[in-house]
Each structure stands twice: as C-alpha cells, then as structure tokens.
C-alpha cells in the first residue's frame, strides 16, 4: 500500500507541477482609464502598451464639415442627418 500511496502522490505533484499557470501573469488584458486636463479620455491596454483615445463627449458635426468613414470614403455634412459623398 505504501508504494502505490508514494506514486500517486508523485503522479499528482508532476501533474500539478506541469499543469500550473504563472498565477502572476494572466493572458487577458488588463486595461486602464485616464483622462488629460483637457478633458480627453484614454484607454490603455496594460500588457501591449496600445493607447486609444476614447472621446467623453459625443462627436459634433456641423453643417458643411467634411468627414471620412471607416473605409477612407470623404463625405460632406449637409444638415438634417443628410451627407453627400464627395468624389
């Protein structure tokens, strides 16, 4: 009985061994907030150092500006929800 107890303890031990995480590091993001003075809001990924502004005021578009979608397109702001896409 003694011999079986030693090797399950010892099949047990290299299973944990080998099956543990470094517990001090962890494979999701950690993530952090900061706002400047001037009111502009960052959210920074703590493990790859990426920083994204985060406006905390939504966007204002005025009649007549000129803005780019996702995709590179230019469009002009006409008023009233209506754009016209510029050539």
């Known amino acids: 009985m ?6 399950f303890w010892i099949l047990l031990t ?3 061994l080998t099956g543990c995480d470094n517990t001090t590091m962890s494979e999701a993001p950690n993530f952090s907030l900061f706002e400047t003075s001037a009111g502009v809001v960052y959210l920074l990924n ?4 990426e920083l994204k502004v985060i ?3 939504p966007p204002v578009i005025n ?3 000129v803005f780019r979608d996702d995709e590179g397109q ?3 702001y ?3 929800g209506e754009v016209r896409m510029l050539q």
């Open 63 to 65: 009649t007549g500006d």
């Open 46 to 49: 703590q493990n790859t150092g």
């Open 14 to 16: 290299a299973l944990v």
């Open 55 to 57: 406006s905390s005021k």
């Open 74 to 76: 230019l469009f002009r």
């Open 2 to 7: 003694g011999d079986s107890y030693m090797r």
């Open 78 to 80: 006409l008023g009233n």
